[in-house]
């Protein structure tokens, strides 16, 4: 008798003790799972800054003028540059003292007919202006036949409007001179060939460029800009010459 009463209380306690799992067991519910890691939302300031800068960029791919800019470079002396966007795309840079260690003023243009580099009378070229075809409309200047200063007008403001591009975007303090919201503009990849240099971008609200600071040094738009013409005009004839390098060319060289 007494045995029976221990065994029926042993099968009481593992009753106690196993219902409660089989209770779980036959609910249906399954645990809440663990929240997974979230990248942080974008703060809203940042984000609108985006689209209005892209904003800003896609309206100054239509805007066509004629303008010069203040131009301080990170080396050398200050400089105006004059920047041309035609009505029918093509466009013209010119950049005074950058080829052959500052002695010879060039222009950059791009056209129907390809990208071009131009040598302009200076101090180092006692001649007439003469061009050389450097490729495709669409090809990008040679690093080492590149001032820069005309990407901001150029393929740079394709970069701008690419919401794909990384690039984080905030508001900035207005640059010296300049009129129109400004940007800071960073680069989130860590690849070496960023798509445009991290600065600081500004322009009129009709997408009119009016300062950049970046690696090359900054442009300030000066004045009104005037109309622009139907197409640019090079500078000179096309020649099958050498383009001008930036570095002063070697003693005995034409």
Do not use: K
């Not at 890691?37 to 004629?66: C, F, I, K, S, Y």
């Not at 005309?150 to 409007?161: N, R």
Request: glycine share 10%.
């Amino acid at each position: 008798m007494h045995a029976h009463r221990r065994a029926a209380r042993r099968l009481t306690g593992v009753l106690a003790l196993t219902l409660p799992v089989l209770l779980a067991a036959c609910d249906g519910g399954t645990p809440e799972a663990a929240p997974t890691g979230t990248a942080d939302p974008v703060p809203v300031q940042v984000d609108a800054a985006r689209e209005e800068l892209a904003g800003l960029a896609a309206a100054a791919q239509d805007r066509h003028l004629t303008a010069t800019y203040a131009f301080a470079p990170a080396e050398g002396t200050p400089r105006t540059v004059s920047v041309t966007s035609a009505n029918d795309g093509s466009w013209r840079v010119d950049v005074p003292g950058w080829g052959h260690a500052g002695t010879v003023d060039v222009s950059l243009a791009g056209t129907s007919d390809g990208l071009f580099q131009c040598a302009l009378p200076s101090a180092g070229w006692a001649q007439a202006a003469t061009c050389v075809r450097l490729g495709d409309a669409d090809d990008a200047v040679p690093r080492r036949l590149d001032p820069r200063v005309q990407h901001p007008f150029t393929d740079w403001l394709e970069v701008l409007t690419d919401r794909r591009a990384p690039l984080a975007v905030s508001p900035a303090e207005p640059l010296p001179g300049a009129t129109g919201p400004c940007y800071t503009v960073d680069s989130t990849s860590a690849s070496l060939n960023a798509p445009l240099d991290v600065g600081i971008y500004c322009f009129r609200e009709d997408g009119t460029p009016a300062a950049v600071r970046a690696g090359f040094g900054t442009l300030t738009l000066t004045g009104e800009p005037g109309a622009a013409p139907g197409t640019v005009e090079l500078a000179g004839a096309v020649t099958d010459g050498e383009p001008v390098g930036r570095d002063a060319p070697s003693p005995g060289t034409p």
